[in-house]
């Protein structure tokens, strides 16, 4: 199976920064499921569509609290 076939997980940390683990392999220490699986481009699209701001949410938390 090449690497387009092959089924990823979109997964989160808790800074809210995404990423792609191969499915059914367990999930590393401090990563989430965010509900999405399917081949690799199917699951960047997924990425791109949500992660819409790169900064870790600890860095945008402490920015929008600057504008308060």
Do not use: T
């Amino acid at each position: 199976m090449n690497d387009a076939q092959q089924q990823f997980d979109v997964v989160i940390n808790a800074q809210g920064q995404y990423s792609l683990w191969p499915a059914g392999k367990p999930m590393a220490s401090g990563w989430s499921a965010a509900g999405m699986r399917g081949e690799r481009q199917v699951c960047l699209d997924y990425i791109n569509e949500h992660w819409i701001d790169m900064r870790p949410r600890s860095l945008r938390e402490q920015s929008s609290a600057s504008f308060q």
